[in-house]
């Protein structure tokens, strides 16, 4: 059975915001869902040598960002709170594992400290750290701008020992779990703001609460002009955020060009195995170049360079070989390839056939698709999974750069911009000043 927050009213308890804000706000009861305390927004940023993304969230250092963590977890000083292993917050810690309440108690105090399991996305290495409590502090948002104001809270964490760092960008004190998880940093979160949505765009920003979203260069508030789909839950993994893509296809914007071309996928390739878990399409913000089950990449890749080969007259694209070490199969001579006024190249666009529910197709453009590799080299960026047995697909960071994100966790909704290039802004343009 799934767990819900408001079950834990502890948690409620050590998430009160201790906001620089004006007292009467501060102190006023409210029930859930009037929420006096504005949205909080926080800078994203990519590490240049491993690709992963950080938010300045924690006030001991920067945490990894995992769409698919269940916990906040970083290195602890050796004295710091911990919860007994009876707790709400310990049953929530481990309600997908053995439970810590299972501990010898300590001889000293004859109570149980309750321990959670943290895990290095990366690596995948987990460990055994103290359930805690961790500062943290992020700037209030009206969705245009900073409000002039930073609010301080602390979140359920998990300690962690340095070795779990291992593979993580320089200077990262942990990593700061984003999924449906009970103790993931937006459900925490969700009790006190009154709201589980969240929003990402990388790089660039982090916003948490119901609020419009403006990125400078596009005058429209953003949330309620993107598309939208529902997300999908699998009950292996009931905590990871899943989209209902059941075909993709290929297709030029470019007049004259041939008919679009569909990936020839097999049967439900792509649809998700609610016994087993497997299949679907998920999203990621560790992995760095979407991957595919190996049946799905080969007709991707077929799909992609038959419509490259069926570019409009008169424009030739010339297919070279990857360089050497690459991950890359298809690749083109960058110096054949038409630039466009905003979205990257001219080639075609990749769709993501979204099931009914959906307001909109997903777009993958040459912004999102395709990476330059040399000089004169550009690649389509998927690569093979290498792997059978886990979801179909996983969306990697480089085809969500410059994609708004909307997650509202409540509703099983996401809202997606598609590559905002076109409409002239980034996500980089958020104003971070007051």
């Known amino acids: 059975m799934a767990m819900h927050l408001t079950r834990f009213f502890p948690l409620a308890i050590s998430l009160l915001l201790l906001a620089l804000s004006p007292p009467a706000t501060l102190h006023q009861c409210t029930a859930q869902g009037s929420s006096p305390y504005k949205p909080l927004v926080s800078h994203l940023a990519r590490d240049p040598a491993t690709s992963l993304y950080t938010i300045s969230i924690q006030d001991s250092g920067p945490l990894v960002v995992d769409l698919a963590g269940p916990l906040l977890w970083s290195t602890c000083r050796?004295?710091?709170?911990?919860?007994?292993?009876?707790?709400?917050?310990?049953t929530a810690a481990n309600n997908s594992g053995p439970l810590a309440s299972s501990q010898a108690p300590s001889s000293e105090s004859c109570e149980c400290t309750c321990t959670a399991r943290p895990c290095n996305p990366v690596t995948g290495a987990c460990a055994a750290g103290d359930l805690t409590r961790s500062a943290m502090s992020a700037n209030a948002t009206d969705?245009?701008?900073l409000l002039g104001y930073t609010v301080s809270f602390t979140s359920v964490t998990s300690c962690a020992p340095d070795a779990l760092l291992d593979s993580l960008p320089a200077g990262a004190v942990g990593v700061a779990g984003l999924s449906r998880a009970p103790l993931s940093l937006p459900s925490q979160l969700s009790y006190a703001l009154g709201s589980s949505r969240f929003a990402l765009c990388l790089p660039g920003v982090a916003v948490f609460g119901d609020t419009p979203i403006y990125l400078s260069g596009f005058p429209l508030e953003l949330t309620g002009v993107i598309a939208s789909t529902p997300l999908l839950r699998n009950p292996k993994n009931r905590d990871a955020y899943y989209v209902p893509v059941v075909a993709i296809s290929v297709f030029w914007t470019t007049a004259g060009a041939a008919a679009d071309v569909s990936a020839a996928l097999p049967p439900r390739a792509l649809e998700m195995d609610t016994a087993t878990g497997r299949g679907g399409v998920t999203l990621s913000t560790v992995a760095r170049y979407t991957a595919l089950r190996s049946d799905v990449y080969r007709a991707v890749l077929q799909a992609y360079d038959a419509s490259v080969r069926k570019a409009p007259p008169g424009y030739a694209v010339t297919k070279v070989e990857p360089p050497a070490g690459s991950p890359f199969e298809?690749?083109?001579?960058?110096?054949?390839?038409?630039?466009?006024?905003?979205?990257?190249?001219?080639?075609?666009t990749i769709r993501l056939e979204l099931a009914a529910g959906a307001s909109s197709n997903w777009t993958i453009n040459s912004g999102n698709s395709l990476v330059q590799v040399a000089d004169r080299t550009v690649c389509l960026a998927f690569v093979d999974m290498g792997r059978e047995d886990g979801p179909a697909a996983v969306i990697g960071t480089y085809q969500l750069e410059d994609n708004l994100l909307v997650f509202d966790a409540g509703k099983d909704v996401l809202r997606f911009s598609g590559l905002l290039w076109g409409s002239g802004a980034t996500c980089s343009s958020f104003n971070f000043t007051s």
């Open 143 to 145: 969705g245009r701008s």
């Open 78 to 90: 050796p004295k710091h709170p911990t919860f007994p292993c009876g707790s709400d917050e310990c």
């Open 330 to 348: 298809v690749c083109y001579d960058a110096w054949t390839l038409r630039p466009t006024k905003r979205t990257g190249w001219d080639v075609p």
